[in-house]
């Protein structure tokens, strides 16, 4: 029963990705510059997520010499790292007009502070690599 619930919620928060305009059936209109600021936080997730796919596209192209598992590993950790920011953007956007709309606190996320130490770990590995020279 919770897991239908659940699933349900999560169905009903993704058709909101889809039509944004079904946010404003709920509460009152917020100022206008906390919904601008909102979605520049959301344009600024978009753009880490790029960077991300980016970062992985680097590794597979300037890193031929690097063992191919770890090549392809570091690859496919910056991909889907990449992929889930776009998802995460959409679904923080949403649920932080919401929040405004209703009067709510803003929700909070432990994801910046997953994203920050994976990143970390994976820039400290390849700087590793380098170092030994695994990357020449």
Do not use: K
């Not at 949403?94 to 909070?108: I, T």
């Amino acid at each position: 029963m919770i897991l239908t619930e659940g699933l349900r919620s999560a169905r009903a928060a993704v058709r909101l990705w889809f039509s944004p305009a079904r946010v404003r059936e709920e509460g009152t209109t917020p100022d206008y510059r906390f919904s601008l600021a909102n979605e520049r936080t959301f344009l600024a997730w978009l753009r880490t997520g790029l960077a991300l796919i980016g970062g992985g596209f680097a590794v597979d192209q300037f890193l031929p010499r690097l063992h191919q598992g770890l090549r392809v590993t570091c690859t496919v950790v910056l991909l889907v790292g990449g992929a889930l920011c776009a998802l995460r953007a959409v679904n923080h956007w949403v649920r932080c007009e919401r929040a405004m709309r209703r009067g709510e606190d803003l929700p909070v996320s432990r994801f910046p502070t997953a994203l920050a130490l994976s990143v970390g770990v994976l820039a400290v590995a390849v700087v590793v690599l380098v170092l030994l020279g695994r990357t020449t």
